[in-house]
């Protein structure tokens, strides 16, 4: 083969890959806007005629006749297409995000959330971070919406606008720790254990873009040695994160320790490249007020945030539904 082969080859393999994206996005488009028609058709039969469940069985017997080779078409998955198109304008379902999310994904939708600005939100955010189906769902029972950008933060302060603009919207408050099991001890270390047993759910509730580094991590500064609690590296800020966990009720003279470990971090492991690195106390309980005056006297970036095992409030009526079980929807379903 000649010298340029190899060239050749790259080109037009990724020009197959890039086709292959595009065509499984335009099926997974054409699909939902089909459900879509399809629900809008049994909606206004239904208004004209007003009949009922019987007729949606017969045209689920009948469909899978006229199209034995196709699935998607039981009788639960006909009535999700009618709330579908009972609930979006047309306008939207032709847009970005809810054009790019597969159908699994908007069934979550429909049966977890019932306010359609909600509904927006998830939808754009699980486009944005390509979330599975399992982690939409587990994002919207955690309530991920009410918690984004919540940290009480120094950011505005000391960062440039669009860096902590990003900045803050990556951090959440509170944290939600459901995969762990706390004693009544309130140990520190028995939380950092447990998190880094759990580093895959751990980065989930993190969010994008950050990378488990270490624990327990060794510092020495000016001969003296000190331990940062997590370290974290966050690939869309180009930063370190120093992550210090803490049981009790926060106190302003942590932040100082958090201090010196960030500068530290920035000195001995930090890329000319890399932009400062960014604290981030995660407490038991928090005062607000008190959190924020005592940021006002630290120019590096530091989040102060709490932490939760659970939900423990009781949530309000469109997170209390649940989905169908997964093997029944994959094999009612099909279509992924």
């Given at each position: 083969m000649p010298d340029w082969y190899p060239d050749m080859l790259a080109s037009v393999a990724d020009r197959v890959s890039t086709g292959r994206v595009r065509a499984v996005a335009a099926v997974n488009r054409e699909l939902v806007a089909t459900y879509w028609k399809v629900g809008k058709e049994i909606l206004g039969r239904q208004s004209q005629e007003g009949w009922g469940a019987k007729v949606i069985d017969r045209l689920s017997a009948d469909l899978r006749d006229t199209f034995p080779s196709a699935k998607g078409f039981s009788p639960r998955n006909l009535k999700y297409m009618r709330v579908f198109g009972e609930v979006w304008p047309r306008d939207s379902i032709v847009q970005a995000p809810l054009a790019q999310l597969p159908w699994y994904h908007h069934i979550a939708l429909l049966e977890k959330l019932s306010d359609p600005e909600?509904?927006?939100?998830?939808?754009?955010?699980?486009?944005?971070?390509?979330?599975?189906?399992?982690?939409?769902?587990?994002?919207?029972?955690?309530?991920?919406?009410?918690?984004?950008?919540?940290?009480?933060?120094?950011?505005?302060?000391?960062?440039?606008?669009?860096?902590?603009?990003?900045?803050?919207?990556?951090?959440?408050?509170?944290?939600?720790?459901?995969?762990?099991?706390?004693?009544?001890?309130?140990?520190?270390?028995?939380?950092?254990?447990?998190?880094?047993?759990?580093?895959?759910?751990?980065?989930?509730?993190?969010?994008q873009g950050f990378a488990f580094v270490g624990r327990q991590v060794r510092l020495v500064v000016g001969g003296d040695e000190f331990i940062a609690d997590l370290l974290f590296y966050n690939f869309r800020l180009r930063s370190f994160v120093v992550v210090e966990l803490k049981a009790g009720k926060f106190d302003p003279g942590f932040l100082g320790q958090l201090g010196l470990y960030m500068a530290a971090v920035d000195d001995l492991m930090g890329h000319p490249d890399d932009k400062p690195t960014i604290g981030l106390l995660r407490r038991k309980t928090k005062n607000n007020v008190v959190a924020e005056y005592a940021l006002r006297g630290y120019s590096a970036p530091i989040g102060v945030a709490e932490w939760k095992t659970q939900i423990v409030d009781s949530p309000p009526e469109e997170f209390t539904s649940s989905l169908p079980g997964v093997e029944l929807l994959e094999a009612e379903l099909g279509d992924r």
């Open positions: 909600t509904r927006l939100w998830y939808a754009a955010a699980a486009v944005e971070h390509g979330w599975s189906r399992n982690v939409l769902v587990h994002q919207i029972e955690t309530r991920l919406h009410e918690r984004s950008g919540q940290a009480i933060s120094n950011f505005k302060a000391v960062l440039p606008a669009t860096d902590s603009d990003l900045l803050q919207q990556t951090m959440k408050d509170p944290y939600i720790f459901d995969f762990v099991a706390i004693t009544d001890r309130h140990n520190e270390a028995e939380l950092e254990s447990q998190l880094v047993d759990h580093v895959e759910k751990f980065l989930l509730e993190l969010g």
